[in-house]
């Protein structure tokens, strides 16, 4: 069987495609992970998933909940699109004897991806923590000037504020973080995927059905975000620009994952696991069911639905 090379124009599609629908279905969960993530410790304003969605639609309205959505949504593309794009293009020469894969030659794959999606995946963060905070602050009425102030920038302002008094690097704030939890995310994620989807394909050259991968999508998302969380949670507080008053500042990775230890125990770092989960499982299933359906070589003409 001739081996068939990858479109990488219909890839950055299908990736674009997959991380719009996926981020319109999660994000109200995602806001919620990102506010268990950044409460301290004595000042829990939510006790758990649920009763942060209901305070959230309550003092924020409907569309509180997407707080923060539209940096996303207009980041996702590039983003995801990198992200699937670079991990087929690097599966791809890592296989040039068509042999297959080694377990160390896909986790390579997944690491060189994490890489190189960073460089949209930090001011994508960045900017949609930011923005998804600043419910969380304002329910704890500290600083309700700035916490006003805040809430009314939009992202765009935002990040031409950070451009102006920090530079480029204001934007890449939690870089380290990002790649802690990216290159192990990708490096965990995109083998057991493709060891998943194995399991559905009917025979060696034949392609797992469209539930397959949207099962083998959802466990291996969920299963890589629960593994990273504690790394999650380092990069949400070192991107949370505006803080209460009596809240913790951070200066850099290894001092925040210090003080946590040390302020909050070791629980802190599994705080939001549980929505994260329930983020990136359907996120992923999503992308994978919209990529190897094919609509990026579809709409190229490069070939039909699958």
Same mark, same amino acid.
């Given at each position: 069987?001739?081996?068939?090379?990858?479109?990488? $124009?219909?890839?950055?599609?299908?990736?674009?495609?997959?991380?719009?629908?996926?981020?319109?279905?999660?994000?109200?969960?995602?806001?919620?992970? +990102?506010?268990?993530?950044?409460?301290?410790?004595?000042?829990?304003?939510?006790?758990?998933?649920?009763?942060?969605?209901?305070? +959230?639609?309550?003092?924020?309205?409907?569309?509180?909940?997407?707080?923060?959505?539209?940096?996303?949504?207009?980041?996702? +593309?590039?983003?995801?699109?990198?992200?699937?794009?670079?991990?087929?293009?690097?599966?791809? =020469?890592?296989?040039?004897?068509?042999?297959?894969?080694?377990?160390?030659?896909?986790?390579?794959?997944?690491?060189?991806?994490?890489?190189?999606?960073?460089?949209?995946?930090?001011?994508?963060?960045?900017?949609?923590?930011?923005?998804?905070?600043?419910?969380?602050?304002?329910?704890?009425?500290?600083?309700?000037?700035?916490?006003?102030?805040?809430?009314?920038?939009?992202?765009?302002?935002?990040?031409?504020?950070?451009?102006?008094?920090?530079?480029?690097?204001?934007?890449?704030?939690?870089?380290?973080?990002?790649?802690?939890?990216?290159?192990?995310?990708?490096?965990?994620?995109?083998?057991?995927?493709? =060891?998943?989807?194995?399991?559905?394909?009917?025979?060696?050259? *034949?392609?797992?059905?469209?539930?397959?991968?949207?099962?083998?999508?959802?466990?291996?998302?969920?299963?890589?975000?629960?593994?990273?969380?504690?790394?999650?949670?380092?990069?949400?507080?070192?991107?949370?620009?505006?803080?209460?008053?009596?809240? *913790?500042?951070?200066?850099?990775?290894?001092?925040?994952?210090?003080?946590?230890?040390?302020?909050?125990?070791?629980?802190?770092?599994?705080?939001?696991?549980?929505?994260?989960?329930?983020?990136?499982?359907?996120?992923?299933?999503?992308?994978?069911?919209?990529?190897?359906?094919?609509?990026?070589?579809?709409?190229?003409?490069?070939? $039909?639905?699958?």
């Amino acid at each position: 069987m001739t081996k068939q090379q990858i479109s990488l $124009p219909a890839k950055l599609i299908n990736g674009g495609i997959a991380g719009i629908v996926g981020v319109t279905c999660v994000f109200p969960i995602d806001l919620v992970k +990102t506010r268990l993530q950044n409460q301290r410790q004595g000042q829990q304003i939510y006790k758990n998933m649920m009763d942060c969605l209901v305070k +959230t639609v309550r003092s924020e309205g409907y569309f509180g909940m997407y707080r923060g959505a539209a940096v996303n949504l207009t980041l996702v +593309t590039p983003e995801k699109a990198i992200k699937l794009a670079a991990n087929d293009f690097f599966r791809q =020469h890592l296989n040039k004897n068509e042999k297959g894969l080694t377990v160390f030659k896909e986790m390579l794959a997944g690491c060189g991806a994490g890489m190189c999606q960073v460089v949209i995946t930090t001011p994508m963060e960045m900017l949609k923590i930011q923005l998804q905070d600043a419910g969380r602050l304002a329910a704890q009425q500290i600083k309700p000037a700035s916490i006003t102030a805040t809430s009314a920038l939009s992202a765009t302002q935002i990040a031409r504020e950070l451009l102006r008094t920090q530079g480029i690097p204001g934007l890449y704030k939690g870089l380290w973080a990002t790649l802690m939890r990216d290159v192990p995310f990708s490096m965990v994620y995109f083998p057991l995927f493709a =060891h998943l989807n194995q399991l559905g394909q009917p025979s060696r050259d *034949e392609s797992a059905p469209f539930y397959w991968a949207f099962f083998s999508g959802c466990l291996a998302g969920s299963t890589a975000a629960v593994a990273v969380n504690p790394c999650d949670v380092v990069k949400t507080r070192l991107q949370s620009l505006n803080k209460g008053a009596s809240e *913790e500042s951070y200066n850099g990775v290894v001092n925040c994952v210090s003080k946590i230890m040390r302020k909050e125990g070791p629980s802190a770092f599994l705080k939001g696991a549980g929505c994260r989960a329930l983020v990136i499982a359907p996120l992923f299933g999503i992308a994978q069911v919209m990529y190897f359906i094919g609509i990026g070589e579809f709409i190229l003409d490069l070939s $039909p639905f699958n």
